[in-house]
């Protein structure tokens, strides 16, 4: 224990209100693994090669025109190029969702987007004569349907896997491919002709030739429409960035719940200058039932992730977390980055869709440490966090190696001044470190800044 803390000068900062209630992470993945996947379309927050985008807790799915990619993680991607098909399929949402995406990524509000829709498919239409893709599915697996109309040979469907260290066929007919960041694979297809008591199963397996995939079909009355549906599952071993990781929940009084934590879904597919391989902060919303999402905002610059979260009456959402600069900033009390890591506090609005406030929190010296950041809201609209920080070198600093004297903020102390820190030796093991226990107060949801 002395030998871990010698060189520890850690303090904590910011009385909360409350202890938090752990929330256990399968709790918080079990919220996503009902949901559907959401597509949106992309309107500058990846790749230009991406038509439409789908984040997931376990892939990251882009649809291109010659087909999609899977982000998995440990930055790994496998990419699904048909051969042979059209060079400008028209693509085309489905299944128009409620839920909205909205993106606040840097410090240029013009950059901002806002209310992107959402829906429950997407289909590239003619992407051969005759034969429709879509794609659908939810948090854990993806579908894909080939869609052959009558009289239209499906021994033309064709695609390439890319980026897989190893693909090969198991025993059951299934699709395996290894990757640096997990396993993907591609379920032995179904396939059908007709609908309900209608349905028929047609006999069909996958054929591999080196990295190209087709399909053997068996016998099928060429006069109908044929489905071949193939299932794409992910299973990490890696636990790596590939999609959402949510660290905080909470749940408002009409039930509908929110979700915060880091997104790797705009590493996508990985080439855009702006969409370096980090993490983004995120907060979404899910109905009281369970059953859609309502909202879902990306926030950051650098490398941003939200690990506390609250709720107040109005439906608005408050997130903390640690950040690296360049955030969005609005109504800031500290607009400029400390450095080596600060702490970060944003105000949603009840819609998702603009930020109230956002502020950094924090000085030269490292903030967050295992700690990064305990938040809490009162009756009146109050914030309240806490943390740790790390200042340089100084055995007694002000609080986060700033001066702050600000009416819109006031400390534990009776006069509006600096709190300041001091440190034992480290010698005196757990109790080697004094704590200076502070507050401070935002103004009210109805005050103007």
């Known amino acids: 224990m002395l030998s871990g803390m010698r060189n520890l000068r850690t303090v904590a900062f910011v009385l909360c209100l409350a202890s938090p209630r752990a929330i256990p992470g399968a709790a918080i993945h079990a919220h996503f693994g009902r949901l559907p996947v959401h597509f949106e379309a992309n309107r500058g927050q990846t790749d230009p090669e991406v038509r439409y985008l789908a984040r997931t807790t376990a892939f990251t799915l882009g649809i291109t025109r010659s087909g999609a990619s899977v982000a998995l993680g440990a930055g790994s991607q496998v990419r699904m190029k048909l051969e042979g098909s059209a060079r400008h399929p028209v693509i085309e949402p489905l299944g128009k969702l409620p839920g909205v995406s909205n993106y606040f990524l840097g410090p240029d509000p013009s950059r901002w987007l806002r209310n992107i829709p959402q829906y429950s498919a997407v289909k590239l239409n003619r992407i051969y004569k005759g034969i429709d893709l879509v794609f659908y599915g939810n948090a854990r697996q993806l579908e894909y349907d080939f869609m052959v109309a009558p009289g239209i040979d499906p021994s033309v469907i064709r695609f390439q896997l890319e980026g897989a260290s190893c693909i090969a066929l198991d025993p059951g007919g299934d ?155 609005r109504n800031s009390f500290q607009p400029q980055y400390g450095g080596n890591g600060d702490l970060f506090v944003a105000k949603l609005n009840p819609a998702g869709s603009d930020l109230v406030y956002s502020t950094y929190v924090g000085g030269s010296g490292i903030e967050g440490g295992q700690n990064r950041g305990t938040l809490r809201i009162d009756s009146t609209g109050a914030v309240y966090v806490a943390g740790q920080t790390r200042p340089p070198t100084s055995r007694s600093a002000t609080l986060f190696n700033r001066t702050y004297v600000d009416p819109r903020m006031q400390w534990c102390s009776s006069s509006i001044r600096p709190e300041k820190i001091s440190y034992f030796p480290p010698t005196l093991a757990a109790a080697a470190m004094r704590f200076s226990l502070c507050r401070w107060r935002w103004m009210r949801p109805t005050d103007q800044w």
Do not use: C, M, W
């Open 175 to 329: 699709l395996i491919l290894n990757t640096p960041g997990g396993e993907l694979r591609h379920k032995r297809p179904i396939a059908y002709q007709g609908s309900g008591n209608r349905r028929i199963s047609v006999e069909v397996r996958f054929r591999l030739r080196g990295r190209s995939v087709s399909f053997d079909v068996g016998r099928y009355n060429p006069r109908e429409p044929l489905i071949i549906d193939p299932t794409l599952a992910y299973a990490s071993y890696l636990g790596g960035s590939g999609g959402d990781y949510g660290h905080a929940i909470a749940v408002d009084s009409t039930g509908a719940a929110y979700i915060a934590g880091e997104t790797y879904s705009l590493n996508f597919p990985g080439r855009s200058p702006d969409n370096e391989a980090i993490g983004r902060a995120f907060v979404t919303k899910i109905n009281a039932a369970g059953t859609a999402i309502v909202y879902s905002t990306v926030f950051g610059g650098a490398r941003t992730d939200a690990y506390s979260l609250g709720v107040d009456a109005e439906g608005a959402a408050y997130f903390s977390g640690l950040t690296f600069g360049g955030i969005p900033l």
